[in-house]
Nanobody, 119 residues
Framework: QVQLVESGGGLVQPGGSLRLSCAAS????????MAWYRQAPGKQRELVAS???????DYADSVKGRFTISRDNAKSTVYLQMNSLKPDDTAVYYC?????????????WGQGTQVTVSS
């Protein structure tokens, strides 16, 4: 079973940038589809971005053009570069790893990292 540890969250002003990292261990990282989810207070967890084993990416409409997901298989790490941040981006961000046979929303989860966008 893969273990995931997120880092990089914090407080940032609107328009600012943050880069989240998720380090994986315990399994073969390159075999997993990796994703970032977020959950704001009182809202359901939502898929923000995903990246396949081959590097294909997908984004929620709300973050297209502002967020970029990437992975470094040699370091067993996935990143989320977040630019032009808005207050609506405030949430706990979670890293997710799943083999392709596992449904979206299942798999392994990290503990989450808080991102707060506020002036």
């Amino acid at each position: 079973q893969v273990q995931l540890v997120e880092s990089g969250g914090g407080l940032v002003q609107p328009g600012g940038s943050l880069r989240l990292s998720c380090a994986a261990s315990g399994s073969i990282f390159s075999l997993y589809i990796m994703a970032w989810y977020r959950q704001a207070p009182g809202k359901q967890r939502e898929l923000v971005a995903s990246i396949t084993k081959g590097g294909s990416t997908d984004y929620a409409d709300s973050v297209k053009g502002r967020f970029t997901i990437s992975r470094d298989n040699a370091k067993s790490t996935v990143y989320l570069q977040m630019n032009s941040l808005k207050p609506d981006d405030t949430a706990v961000y979670y890293c997710n790893a799943r083999p392709s046979i596992v449904p979206i929303g299942a798999g392994a989860w990290g503990q989450g990292t808080q991102v707060t966008v506020s002036s």
